[in-house]
Antibody
Framework: EVQLVESGGGLVQPGRSLRLSCAASGFTFDDYAIHWVRQAPGKGLEWVSGISWNSGSIGYADSVKGRFTISRDSAKNSLYLQMNSLRAEDTALYYC?????????????????WGQGTMVTVSS | SYELTQPPSVSVSPGQTASVTCSGNKLGDKYACWYQQKPGQSPVLVIYQDIKRPSGIPERFSGSNSGNTATLTISGTQAMDEADYYCQAWDNSHVVFGGGTKLTVL
């Protein structure tokens, strides 16, 4: 079964850090780009970051650039999101999503597999 | 930055055709895709590359994209189709989502 399982969410104070993980199974992890997409409570979807199959191409939303870092480990079939200098507006359910392709700028690629999400709450 | 605009809500009677629009500057020159999200669940891809349906998505779901507007059409809408629908496209190596449309079947 093709599956993405996120973990690492929780309650964190503003200005602190948190690292999210996404474990992939059921497909050849190294063949696909993977992305992080978040959804604030009661709000819509917001793209956060994406990484190509070989980590050669990485992209970030302007709202997180300079604070968040995406990475992947092919040996562990895992995706990560290091989140620093967290703000209240980063509070959201964070999904990892598999791309249909290997790059992050291929306009034809959609997200065909989504995890169940991990909740991040930034509050004092 | 590029924006995709969707109506906040659309209502449809069971068995009728529902249309959800997504507007953006020259959106027809890009590929659009659509996701369905039911309460408490993760998004599911229902249309990609404007008109294609992933395996397992019912034939009643179809898409189009021309000019400045992409449209998701659900023919013979069923109660199970009640959900939020999001359009998505790429612009300048960034992923852009529409604000979402709540489809109510009543």
């Amino acid at each position: 079964e093709v599956q993405l399982v996120e973990s690492g969410g929780g309650l964190v104070q503003p200005g602190r850090s948190l690292r999210l993980s996404c474990a992939a199974s059921g497909f050849t992890f190294d063949d696909y780009a993977i992305h992080w997409v978040r959804q604030a409570p009661g709000k819509g979807l917001e793209w956060v970051s994406g990484i190509s199959w070989n980590s050669g191409s990485i992209g970030y939303a302007d709202s997180v650039k300079g604070r968040f870092t995406i990475s992947r480990d092919s040996a562990k079939n895992s995706l990560y999101l290091q989140m620093n200098s967290l703000r209240a507006e980063d509070t959201a359910l964070y999904y990892c999503a598999k791309s249909q392709g290997s790059g992050i700028a291929a306009a034809q690629d959609a997200f065909d597999i989504w995890g169940q999400g991990t909740m991040v709450t930034v509050s004092s | 930055s590029y924006e995709l605009t969707q109506p906040p809500s659309v209502s449809v009677s069971p068995g009728q055709t529902a249309s959800v629009t997504c507007s953006g500057n020259k959106l027809g020159d890009k590929y659009a895709c659509w996701y369905q999200q039911k309460p408490g669940q993760s998004p599911v891809l229902v249309i990609y590359q404007d008109i294609k349906r992933p395996s397992g998505i019912p034939e009643r779901f179809s898409g189009s994209n021309s000019g400045n507007t992409a449209t998701l059409t659900i023919s013979g809408t069923q109660a199970m189709d009640e959900a939020d629908y999001y359009c998505q496209a790429w612009d300048n190596s960034h992923v852009v989502f529409g604000g979402g449309t709540k489809l109510t079947v009543l």
